[in-house]
């Protein structure tokens, strides 16, 4: 499927980039932070800003948050400190480094095949389904995709002689990978250069193109200050960080040690299911056009220099290595699409079928669409499909109520979007004894409760309180009970 090299196929890929960017940033705008992800890691980023503390990540104010290091954290918080506290603000840095990756593959690509295949490259990541949704989303994994996307060119670029910067840049994406997410970016990025050099015996060029010493320095001068004051000013995060969530998390399906949530217990090898729905619509129209064009494409894109075997290795190594785990989500094969999308390009670009290119800009529209169709059901059918405490907040916001009031939430369940939406006003509880403590410092005067828990409120509390509003998010009915104007606290 290689492109045919005509001004008129780039000026369509071009609008397809440029349409798909559009439809990113209008769902970022419309579309309100969901529980429990999303919100989560943006609510953790606002009390970043809100506390001034940029060392210790808070889960709950006084409670640290051990399971992720810093760096989209940072990133987000850094965001919402220039252009407000708001959810576009939070979701920005994703969507710039998202877009720094697709810079990092389309110069790959152009550099070795040409400015179809840049176009092209760029046009199949960001048509990726996964790419283009995680794409301006509040999460840990964009950061992650773009440190591993870094080092594994800068490696490649290093190995052809192209300077000594793309070395210190190889070092520099380890070090930034292990503020993104830890030593899992580093097993990512050595897995299949590893891999790649022991098949084609580099050994000693790899050692004399990369600056080993000085840049396994510069690697560790920009992440292990953090680590170690992380652990100085939380004692235990390096034990629950590393063993925890690098090894018992992957290795143990039924893991309890997870202090923020539950671990996501999943059949072994379900990556490569997560990996499909990813890759769409290209794992549908791959498998079909190498069922018709693979045999011959394969011989015709054969190469020298090994870098149809490290795009294949980058593509494959990622889920070979989650195949392992027990304890898995659907973001995991984020890191190994830029792989995939070189990978892809490169096997089209030996198609010598030109004639075929014209369909990538309309299947690279397709997850664009269906983020349209997202945004039209946030839209029409309000909190029904997204579950998120935005509407709730705003009514107990055009209440009034006092300064320095907080909502209560009688839940077992955190609901990170309304501490978001709130300000980090919001309360959560399903204990009578706490319950009746907060009502007692007189500057809640407020309750949310799911309309199935309202019985289980305590009997007198349950008279003192009246419902005012009801909001359907997802299946439950939301109630917004306030106290009766009789029974308001002095």
């Given at each position: 499927m290689k492109p045919s090299s005509n001004s008129k196929?780039?000026?369509?890929?071009?609008?397809?980039?440029?349409?798909?960017?559009?439809?990113?940033?209008?769902?970022?705008?419309?579309?309100?932070?969901?529980?429990?992800?999303?919100?989560?890691?943006?609510?953790?980023?606002?009390?970043?800003?809100?506390?001034?503390?940029?060392?210790?990540?808070?889960?709950?104010?006084?409670?640290?948050?051990?399971?992720?290091?810093?760096?989209?954290?940072w990133t987000s918080a850094a965001s919402m400190g220039l252009f407000g506290v708001h959810p576009l603000a939070a979701r920005l840095p994703a969507l710039l480094l998202s877009m720094a990756v697709l810079w990092l593959v389309a110069d790959a690509a152009r550099q070795r095949l040409g400015r179809d295949a840049a176009l092209a490259s760029a046009l199949i990541l960001a048509g990726s389904l996964l790419f283009f949704a995680a794409a301006g989303t509040v999460m840990t994994d964009p950061a992650l995709m773009f440190c591993v996307a870094l080092s594994q060119l800068a490696f490649w670029h290093a190995m052809q002689g192209r300077g000594t910067r793309w070395g210190y840049l190889f070092f520099a994406g380890l070090g930034l990978g292990l503020l993104a997410k830890g030593p899992l970016a580093i097993v990512l990025v050595g897995m299949p250069i590893f891999c790649w050099v022991l098949l084609r015996n580099g050994w000693k060029a790899m050692w004399q193109r990369l600056?080993?010493?000085?840049?396994?320095?510069?690697?560790?001068?920009?992440?292990?200050?953090?680590?170690?004051?992380?652990?100085?000013?939380?004692?235990?995060?390096?034990?629950?960080?590393?063993?925890?969530?690098h090894v018992s998390r992957f290795l143990d399906p039924g893991w309890k040690g997870d202090k923020y949530g539950y671990a996501h217990a999943t059949p072994r090898g379900m990556i490569w299911l997560y990996w499909l729905g990813a890759i769409f619509p290209w794992s549908l129209a791959m498998l079909v056009w190498l069922a018709r064009h693979g045999k011959n494409m394969l011989k015709r894109s054969a190469d020298n220099d090994g870098w149809r075997l490290y795009v294949l290795l980058w593509s494959l190594m990622t889920l070979l290595f989650f195949s392992i785990s027990g304890n898995i989500i659907f973001p995991y094969p984020l890191p190994m699409l830029p792989g995939c999308a070189l990978l892809f390009v490169t096997l089209w670009h030996g198609s010598r079928q030109p004639q075929q290119g014209s369909s990538l800009p309309w299947l690279a529209m397709v997850s664009g669409v269906l983020l349209l169709l997202g945004v039209g059901l946030q839209w029409t059918q309000g909190q029904r499909y997204f579950r998120t405490q935005q509407l709730v907040i705003a009514a107990w916001q055009q209440q009034q109520p006092a300064p320095g009031s907080t909502l209560i939430f009688w839940d077992s369940r955190r609901e990170f979007s309304a501490e978001f939406y709130s300000g980090g006003k919001v309360k959560t509880t399903q204990k009578p004894q706490e319950l009746q403590q907060l009502l007692a410092a007189g500057n809640s005067h407020f309750i949310v409760t799911e309309q199935r828990d309202l019985p289980s409120l305590p009997a007198d509390i349950k008279q003192r309180f009246q419902p005012i509003a009801r909001f359907e998010v997802m299946k439950d009915q939301m109630l917004l009970l306030r106290e009766r104007v009789g029974k308001l606290t002095p």
């Open positions: 196929w780039q000026r369509l890929a071009i609008y397809a980039l440029l349409a798909l960017l559009l439809i990113r940033l209008l769902a970022m705008w419309a579309i309100p932070l969901t529980d429990t992800t999303e919100a989560r890691y943006a609510e953790i980023a606002r009390k970043m800003l809100e506390t001034g503390n940029w060392v210790t990540l808070w889960h709950d104010y006084g409670i640290p948050f051990w399971a992720k290091p810093p760096l989209s954290t600056p080993w010493i000085s840049g396994s320095l510069l690697m560790l001068a920009i992440a292990l200050p953090w680590y170690l004051l992380a652990e100085y000013r939380t004692p235990g995060f390096l034990n629950y960080f590393i063993m925890g969530e």
